[in-house]
């Protein structure tokens, strides 16, 4: 393996957060804040860091796969750790918390350790909240729109960050494909960030959550999220918008250059919009029926927190704990299934339930026809063997991950229902705030800090999609005469 092609890479991205450090510092300067030398020292150190990386480092034709997946994994853990400086050196939190306030934001799952976010300068959260947005389509793929070069090197990386089960180009070059996910993304932003303005927000609560919110991040400026602008309007803007950014930016190419028929002809979307009305449906009626809530009321927080479990966002707006148990389960379960492929969502991914259904279907036909040949098509093309046998890979290793880290966070002291709660929102970087919303009780903070650990861990491995990760404890990634 060739370090110094990984060191020159990561250092590269160093520099990138580095120069997104100096967009919180300049609103420090205009709100004349007191963290202006902060910040620039956070983004002084970084770009330091990032330089003698680069310098020290060499930049190299083209990357083994090996090499692609180390570069995935320090940087990730790189940014994760200067991405906590900002928070360090203003004194929002400890260095301890302040990698783990990172690490939530940049893989989207959104957990705060901030206990009174009224308190904390505008610039750290525009900060916070780049976080997510930059970690939300991933920074590796940003990388790569600009140095498109290293080949299948190029391809591995984008595999490797970019979450779903399938990464299939819409362009000839990677490096296209990874500025068009970007420039669909971008723009996006811009939309929702335009529309709320409109609905009554000011430019910077805006900002910052047109980014958390298209990141499928969560994270919100206040301490009562979302729910602090009491504004149905807004509530209903973000459930829309958080919908859209968990659907596949691919298709939404493809919508672009051939109409919105192709929108529906897509099986995963269809399912993913149906999924969305079915269970918004099944809850309002339960709501209706074992509560006595109000028809508009129950429509309106149904939709709202059935958007959010399934697209991953994990924002709550209401006390969930006072909800009926279906109701409660039906949004402890969507956590898992997650929202499309090639999105800013995470869970298993709908275009993986969709194939593991249609496996358990043959299998049962295959008991009545034993000779039977099965073939998997999704919107009209076949699945090749190789995906329907990583999808179970990779459907097994996410339940494996989950029990045993359940297993583990009750062992820190946390109530074993609450655990496999919160755990559920972790692996799926769903966030604990609908999590701790459904339990009715707790937070993020009152987790114990082996725990908060053992949570951090979890958040990268749900967000690189596990074997990425996992994939540096097997021996023979790490001796040099294996060729990757």
Known sequence: MKFSSVEFIVGRLMLVCAAAMLVPAILSFLLLETKVLALLCAAGITMVMGYSLSLHGREEASLTNREAIMTVVVSWAALSLFGSLPYVFSGVLSPFYAIMESASGFTTVGSSLIANLDGIPRSVLLWRSMTQWLGGMGVIVLFISFLPHYGSGAINMFNAELPGPSKDRVMPRIGDTAALLWKIYTAMTII????????????????????????????????????????PLVEFLTSVFTIIAAGNFYL????????????FADIEFKTFILLILFFTLLITCDLVLSTGFSLGYSLHNAFFHVASALSTSG????????????SKFILFSLMF????????????????????????????????????????????????PGTVASITRHFFVFMAVYFFSTAFLTFTGVEMFDALVI????????????????LGRGSYLDISDSGKVLITICMVLGRLEFFTLLVLLRPEFWRKTRSW
Request: with cysteine; net charge positive.
């Open 423 to 438: 755990m559920a929102s972790i692996i799926g970087t769903a966030g604990t705030d609908l999590a701790f919303a459904i």
């Open 192 to 231: 929702f960030a335009i529309i709320m303005l409109l609905a009554g927000l000011n430019p910077f609560d805006a900002i910052t959550h047109s980014m958390t919110s298209i990141s499928t991040g969560g994270f919100s400026s206040y301490n009562q999220g979302i729910a602090f602008f009491n504004n």
């Open 315 to 326: 924002v709550a707006i209401a006390n969930l704990s006072t909800w009926p148990p279906f």
């Open 337 to 384: 299934i997650g929202g499309c492929a090639a999105s800013t969502a995470g869970g298993i991914k709908i275009a993986r339930v969709i194939v593991l259904f249609r496996l358990s279907w043959a299998e049962l036909k295959r008991n009545l026809h034993p000779k039977m040949i099965s073939t998997f098509t999704m919107s009209g093309k076949i699945i090749n």
């Open 252 to 263: 939404y190419y493809q919508v672009y250059h051939r109409g919105w028929r192709r929108l």
